[in-house]
């Protein structure tokens, strides 16, 4: 497929991912010099600039131009407010659990939301709006109790424009990327210092963030050895079928238990077999943002909740303003930002029939009397809205785990 066709279909797809809740980077080992020469200007006006040719050794970091959307010390950070969660057990009973993001930790989380963009052009600009805001909360802000949080905005493909692919052009798409990949050398220059840094996508940014980490983190050793490990869910990304390497990665391997690091956890949920029309988990009709031949390919499953292997229990965490949304008119009412369901659900991955995907398996039987997470849209999506929400507590420990055997 030419370049232009596979963006207006990564675009395209993209979008419905979005509805049911990039660029084409070099091979690895090479610059994606198209995609980084586009500017992450703060301007908001969707118009981009060609960057200022690269500096020296020598030369101070460039100004940090960056929009961010969360980032330690700016004011309204969405990622670093109340974490108090209201637990539900099987029979309806609440409790508070308090906590809070954490004082001084010790690695540093890199976040690219997903679509949500409500802006009515083809590509949104870098005006905050309230949708990345209640994404943030919903994905980023509980990963503030085990590191500080990074999430620059980008010009994504919005849901307008997949209402009109035609009005989407290759440089969209490019300047979606380029403005991750701005974003994340401006942070390297003014915030890392040789922190550890845990990479978290969902949906397109997932596909953001494995283009990243294939053009600016894996052929770099200076910066690969800064990678406790990247989270990217719902983002299909591959391996060579059977095992854990290979695919969209050449050297980063998916992780195989809670300590391991500078590993991906990558999965994508469904609560029966996936369709074999299926967005996500079947190589054959999931979308390949990289493009080129699937051959010997497959989706990657790797359990947030056991890394290793084997069935595990979730613990999914929501955000309140989204119960209704996920859990419809039976959602509880609670005072806290967060919501909590133990016991509720169990998750495993399942590779059958050409598709490989988290299971997810409701426990408690007819004695829970909570409301189940419901299927908002067409099986092919599976439950791809709440793929990072069902298992965000599980994720937050396994970054907790990997960041003790980081340092």
Not at 32 to 50: E, K
Not at 107 to 120: E, K, L
Not at 271 to 287: E, G, M, Q, W
């Amino acid at each position: 497929m030419k370049r232009s066709g596979l963006f207006l279909a990564l675009a395209m797809m993209l979008g419905a991912a979005a509805c049911s809740s990039g660029s084409t980077p070099a091979p690895a080992g090479t610059p994606a010099a198209s995609a980084t020469s586009i500017s992450g200007s703060t301007s908001g006006s969707g118009t981009g600039s060609a960057s200022a040719p690269a500096s020296t050794a020598t030369d101070p970091p460039a100004p940090d131009t960056t929009t961010w959307l969360c980032k330690p010390g700016i004011a309204a950070d969405p990622c670093a407010g109340s974490l108090a969660t209201t637990a539900i057990d099987t029979a309806g009973k609440a409790t508070i659990l308090p906590a809070a993001p954490a004082a001084d930790p010790p690695i540093d989380c890199f976040y690219v939301y997903p679509t949500v963009s409500r802006q009515p052009t083809p590509a949104a600009n870098l005006k905050i709006d309230p949708e990345e805001r209640s994404v943030a909360v919903a994905q980023a802000a509980q990963f503030s109790q085990v590191c500080r949080v990074y999430a620059p905005m980008y010009r994504q493909l919005t849901l307008a424009g997949i209402q009109h692919p035609s009005a989407i052009s290759i440089t969209t798409a490019l300047t979606a990327y380029g403005d991750v990949s701005t974003a994340f050398q401006s942070y390297m220059a003014h915030y890392n210092n040789g922190r550890g840094i845990v990479f978290i996508g969902h949906s397109q940014g997932a596909m953001m963030l494995t283009a990243l980490l294939r053009s600016e983190v894996e052929p770099k050793p200076e910066v690969r050895h800064l990678l406790v490990s990247a989270i990217l869910a719902g983002g299909n990304v591959t391996v060579a079928a059977g095992t854990l390497v290979g695919g969209d990665f050449l050297t980063i391997p998916g992780c195989s238990s809670s300590t391991q690091t500078g590993c991906v956890v990558a999965y994508s949920s469904f609560d029966t077999t996936p369709p074999k029309n299926a967005v996500f988990t079947r190589i054959s009709t999931a979308l390949r943002p990289f493009g080129g031949s699937t051959k010997g390919l497959e989706v990657m499953c790797v359990n947030p909740a056991a890394p290793g292997g084997g069935k595990a229990a979730l613990k999914p965490y929501f955000s309140t303003a989204d119960l209704r949304a996920y859990l419809g008119k039976a959602a509880a009412s609670a005072s806290t930002p967060f919501v909590t369901y133990s016991g509720q659900y169990a998750a495993h991955c399942v590779n059958s029939g050409g598709a490989n995907w988290l299971q997810i398996d409701k426990l408690g039987g007819k004695l829970d009397i909570r409301a189940g997470v419901r299927r908002v849209e067409a099986a092919s999506w599976g439950l791809h809205l709440v793929d990072i929400s069902l298992a965000e507590g599980n994720l937050v420990d396994l970054v907790r785990s990997e960041s003790a055997a980081f340092h």
